[in-house]
C-alpha cells in the first residue's frame, strides 16, 4: 500500500495488549500463533496490527469494511436465537493465508478504502438495536486480529440487549483468547480441515491451535459454538479425513456441538478445483452419523435440495424442526 495510505490509516491507530519488546529492539505481537515480529513501522501479516513508536498498535480501530443483516443462520448458528437477524460486521485482513478464501477481497485487502465506513463500538451496537437484531457478528474476516475493537462493540453491545457472535478460524493464543471469549456469546469456528499439512500448506498455519480452541471453547467456557468444515476436492474432503475429524470432536468435545459441512466453490488462489459434489456432502454427513449417532447434531432423514440467488443448499429437516447441517458455503 501506499506510504501516504499507510501513514493515514497508522494516523488513529489504536493501543493494544498481548505484545512485548525483543532483545534486538523489535516488537513481539502475541495475540496469534504467527508471534508476528515487527521493526517501527512494519505490519504483521493480518495487516491490521503494526509496530509502531515501540509497541504494537492496531490500525483499523472504528473501521469497517461493512455490514449487512443476515438471518443468523447464515453464520451458521442453526442452535443460537434461531429465527433472528443478525448485523454482520468485519473490517480488514486476516492472520491465516488460505488460498482458497470466499471472502478474499476484503479478508486480504491492503487497501485504506476498504476501511472508509467510521464505526464506534456504540454506533454498532445502536444500529443493531435500532435494526431489530438481537446479535452482532465479527464475520468476513477473523475477529481474533481485531480483539480490542471487537471486545469493545461486544460490551456496547451487552450493555444494549444485544449479543456479540464471533465468526473465527480459531487461530489464537490462549491469553487473549481467554479475554476475547469473556465477550462472546456465541461462535462458529472453522475447523478448515484435520490434517498439520492442509494446515501448513494452504492456510500457512497450523492445525494443533484450532483444536486447543475447540477444547477451551467446550471445557472452559459457557459460549455455545458450532464448527464449519468447508469440503474441498482432494483436499481435505477423503473418508479417511472426515471419519478421524468426528471421532476427534466427539473423544474432546462430545456429542452437543453441531458440525456443518459446507461446499467449496473455485476462488482466490484456488481455481483449479471443482464445486464440491453433492455427494461429497451427503457422505460425509453419513460418515458423521455412522461414528457420532448423535440425534442432537445430525438428525435430518430428509434433505430437500433448494435454489437461492444461485446457490445450492440442501437442507435436512431436524426433529426439532431447526438448521441445515449441511450446505454450501454463503458469504458469511
Known amino acids: 500500500m501506499a506510504k501516504q495510505d499507510q501513514a493515514e490509516l497508522l494516523a488513529t491507530a489504536h493501543p493494544t495488549r498481548y505484545w512485548h519488546k525483543l532483545p534486538d529492539g523489535r516488537v513481539q505481537c502475541d495475540v496469534c500463533p504467527r508471534e508476528c515480529k515487527l521493526s517501527d513501522g512494519q505490519r504483521g501479516l493480518c ?12 490500525a483499523s480501530y472504528g473501521k469497517s469494511s461493512g455490514f449487512c443483516v443476515d438471518p443468523v443462520e447464515k453464520k451458521p448458528l442453526n442452535h443460537f436465537l434461531p429465527g433472528t437477524p443478525v448485523l454482520s460486521f468485519g473490517t480488514a485482513g486476516c492472520n491465516l493465508a488460505c488460498s482458497f478464501c470466499q471472502n478474499w477481497d476484503i479478508s486480504k485487502s491492503r487497501e485504506v478504502e476498504k476501511l472508509s465506513a467510521s464505526a464506534s463500538p456504540l454506533a454498532i451496537a445502536r444500529a443493531a438495536q435500532e435494526l431489530g437484531c438481537r446479535s452482532v457478528a465479527f464475520t468476513y474476516n477473523d475477529p481474533v ?43 462458529n469456528v472453522d475447523l478448515k480441515a484435520f490434517t498439520e499439512d492442509f494446515y501448513w500448506k494452504v492456510t500457512k498455519g497450523h492445525l494443533q491451535p484450532v483444536l486447543d480452541t475447540l477444547k477451551y471453547l467446550k471445557h472452559e467456557t459457557n459460549v455455545w459454538f458450532e464448527i464449519t468444515t468447508l469440503l474441498i476436492p482432494d483436499e481435505n474432503d477423503s473418508p479417511a479425513e472426515i471419519d478421524a475429524m468426528t471421532q476427534w470432536i466427539m473423544e474432546h468435545l462430545g456429542p452437543g456441538v453441531p458440525l456443518h459441512f459446507t461446499a467449496f466453490h473455485p476462488d482466490y488462489r484456488m481455481r483449479d478445483k471443482t ?18 449417532k448423535l440425534p442432537e447434531l445430525l438428525t435430518g432423514s430428509q434433505y430437500r435440495p433448494t435454489n437461492t440467488n444461485a446457490r445450492r443448499e440442501t437442507r435436512f429437516r431436524r426433529a426439532d424442526g431447526l438448521g441445515a447441517d449441511v450446505h454450501s458455503a454463503a458469504d458469511r
Open 275 to 292: 464445486n464440491t459434489p453433492h455427494q461429497t456432502l451427503i457422505e460425509a454427513r453419513r460418515i458423521a452419523l455412522n461414528i457420532a
Open 47 to 58: 495487516f491490521v496490527r503494526a509496530a509502531q513508536g515501540g509497541e504494537i498498535v492496531l
Open 145 to 187: 486480529i481485531f480483539h480490542e475493537y471487537a471486545i469493545d462493540i461486544a460490551q456496547a453491545c451487552h450493555e444494549l440487549g444485544v449479543k456479540a457472535v464471533a465468526v473465527t478460524a480459531g487461530y489464537v493464543n490462549a491469553a487473549p483468547r481467554a479475554e476475547f471469549y469473556r465477550h462472546m456469546d456465541a461462535a
